[in-house]
């Protein structure tokens, strides 16, 4: 993060002190702004603002994406300008937030209304990582890097995301229009890397040069009755760094990095209004992805310089929504989506007949077959009644011998019931049951790399492709206690029930999870109102792995509440103040099924704690003053980083407790 220089800092100092001038003045003025003219409410405004901010201390988790993440003053600029050709209908605006920031943003837009537009936005979006590292390697953020190629000392890891983006519209005759935008991003800096083998464990970087560009050009119609939109869509990602050398590692003295990758889309969708009451919805999109970036080391064991990668996807979809009676709706999708892998099937890695693997590539097929059907209907005494199924069905290509449990077919079907009604003119309440069973094909038997069949691993179902019973209840409820005062409620309980293999008992076993939260508001009166609301949720999931057995109980579990209150103290003043608190448990108790439990792995807690107080004072009709007060609080047990250190002598370490006080001052002057 850049600070500013002195003299631009000096001169937001000398604004704020204008700004503690003009508030004075307007004090002596009995505070009462003045009438504003008649054109304020007809013409288009505009405002200008800045001001400063300084923040405590460090912060690495509060400015993880905002680039607050470091102690001192930070200047704080936004815009808005709107201008309006009043004969023709023409906008012009240019528009800027956190323009002091690294989290910057920028658009210039012109357009005509119901005829032409066209913009030009900018974007930065940074990534602090928070975490202490005290590192001796060299090349930080380069292709080339050094294990204990430099002194000892803390480093710290970014990356930043600039995307340039270019946009186009246009109204054509007969109800057409055609869209056109293109993005550039480019994302520099460098993150958490390291390489291991034979007991050794290496701290590296990735080293982060990498451009993505996007293209997607949109032609439309719209009529009485059909609607469409046609286009093509296309991506292009280039890494300028395709190889890491680290010359004096005993592991991999060179290491891949991301290859390149291009993909295109064509695609139609729309809608169709068949009768006022039944309106259909359809789209198809073909899509061809390709990898064929060359390899940085040839293959020892085939003739090919690329993998060749190559994936077909065609995208069928339809739906229809209809309204046959007054109190009747019906509803029905299908989505079908076959994703051809083309990516040619070559030896790369010799094994031992031993093994699970034959040291191919694998490439993945996959067919999905999507259905939802649904009906509600208005019952007697302000009921409501709607039903529905949903049908899921997956078909993968198999290896002969691959390293994991496969199965060629999944399907899942699941029955929804749910049943509304208005219990008064304040209360509405509605409680949902949803059912759903998964299960498929047999599982293959995997195979050894032999020509001798030989079974290999086949004990474990895979979580997303074991069968699988699932229940699920829905309660909820709104009241509408007074015209000020509303609550709402809402309750969930589901339940997973796994089945393991044959002849086997581990893998999956159970999953549960329920979720509760209430949220009130109240308006006390036109200038003064208040929001609360606290939520519970806790996941829980049991699963039986090898040796002993053990069993292993995984478990989440989350507190929240808050409150948010807006309100005017005297004429001109607005106040506000935003609190959070949420506090997670991750869980992880360890037993053997022969024995007692055994926490192995400790628990952690993490809390986080967030206070931001506001208050906002107009100077007159363009001019007002803000100031903020935010209080961030962040604090873990997480032991993850404490005791682990690098083979090399690296060090990553998390700060358990992260205290941050912000206060902000900051002027808008708005003008037309």
Not at 48 to 63: C, I
Not at 240 to 245: A, E, G, K
Not at 345 to 363: A, F, I, M
Not at 396 to 414: K, L, Y
């Amino acid at each position: 993060m850049k600070k500013y220089t002195a003299p631009l800092l000096l001169q937001l100092i000398i604004a704020a002190t204008l700004i503690s001038v003009t508030a004075a003045s307007a004090a002596d003025n009995n505070n009462e702004p003045a009438a504003p003219d008649s054109g304020t409410y007809t013409r288009p405004n505009s405002n200008f603002e800045f001001g400063l901010l300084y923040g405590s201390s460090d912060a690495p988790l509060f400015g993880l994406y905002n680039g607050l993440n470091d102690q001192g003053i930070y200047g704080l600029l936004g815009v808005s300008l709107n201008k309006r050709d009043e004969d023709t209908g023409t906008w012009l605006t240019l528009s800027g937030r956190n323009i002091g920031l690294d989290s910057r943003e920028l658009r210039f837009e012109h357009n005509r209304q119901g005829n032409w537009a066209y913009y030009l936005e900018y974007s930065r979006t940074p990534r602090v990582t928070p975490y202490t590292i005290s590192t001796g390697l060299a090349g930080i953020g380069t292709a080339t890097q050094t294990i204990n190629g430099a002194p000892l000392a803390d480093v710290e890891l970014s990356t930043a995301r600039d995307s340039v983006t270019l946009g186009f519209s246009k109204f054509l005759p007969a109800g057409w229009d055609i869209q056109a935008h293109f993005k550039n991003e480019k994302k520099e800096g460098a993150r958490l890397w390291g390489q291991g083998g034979g007991g050794t464990v290496n701290f590296l970087t990735d080293p982060i040069n990498q451009t993505t560009q996007q293209l997607d050009l949109t032609l439309g119609f719209s009529g009485e009755k059909l609607h469409i939109s046609s286009g093509y869509y296309g991506t292009l990602f280039n890494n300028h760094s395709t190889v890491l050398n680290v010359p004096n590692s005993t592991v991999f003295t060179q290491m891949a990095l991301p290859p390149g990758n291009h993909s295109h889309q064509l695609y139609l969708s729309g809608g169709y209004s068949f009768t006022p009451s039944t309106q259909g919805t359809f789209k198809f999109a073909r899509t061809r992805a390709f990898q064929k970036e060359d390899f940085f080391v040839a293959p020892t064991n085939n003739t090919r310089t690329n993998l060749g990668g190559a994936v077909d996807t065609t995208l069928l979809q339809m739906g229809i929504t209809a309204y046959p009676l007054p109190k009747l709706s019906l509803l029905a999708n299908v989505r079908h989506e076959d994703k051809d892998d083309k990516t040619p099937l070559v030896l790369y890695t010799v094994v031992s007949n031993t093994s699970t693997l034959d040291g191919k590539n694998e490439p993945r097929s996959i067919r999905s077959l999507v259905g939802k059907m649904e009906a509600s209907y208005a019952l007697p005494i302000n009921y409501r009644i709607t039903g529905g199924v949903d049908y899921d069905e997956k078909k993968r290509n198999m290896f002969r011998v691959a390293s994991v449990s496969q199965r060629a077919r999944t399907d899942e079907i699941s029955y929804r019931l749910e049943l509304r009604r208005v219990l008064s003119e304040t209360i509405t309440g509605a409680l949902a049951y949803i059912q759903s069973d998964r299960g498929g094909s047999a599982f293959m038997t995997n195979v050894l790399n032999n020509p001798v069949v030989t079974p290999g691993s086949n004990l474990i179902a895979p979580i997303h492709l074991a069968d699988r019973k699932r229940e699920k209840v829905r309660l909820s409820a709104n009241w509408q206690a007074t015209e000020q005062w509303s609550i709402q409620f809402r309750a969930d309980q589901a339940h997973d029930h796994y089945s393991q293999r044959e002849g086997s008992i581990l893998g999956a076993q159970t999953g549960r999870a329920s979720a509760y939260a209430i949220d009130t508001t109240y308006a006390f009166n036109d200038e003064w109102q208040v929001t609360a609301w606290v939520s519970r949720d806790d996941t829980r999931f049991t699963q039986l792995t090898r040796t002993t057995p053990w069993q292993a109980n995984l478990r989440n579990v989350g507190v929240a509440y808050g409150t948010n209150v807006r309100g005017t103290l005297v004429s001109g003043t607005e106040v506000g103040a935003d609190m959070s608190y949420s506090d997670i448990r991750e869980e992880n108790q360890q037993q053997a099924l022969a024995g007692t439990a055994v926490d192995t792995i400790p628990a952690i807690s993490t809390t986080l704690t967030n206070l931001n107080l506001f208050a906002m004072y107009a100077l007159n009709n363009q001019t007002d003053v803000r100031i903020n007060y935010i209080y961030d609080r962040y604090r873990t047990d997480d032991w993850t980083w404490t005791a682990w250190t690098y083979s090399d002598g690296t060090q990553v370490r998390n700060d358990p407790t992260q205290t941050v006080h912000f206060i902000g001052l900051m002027m808008r002057y708005r003008f037309q």
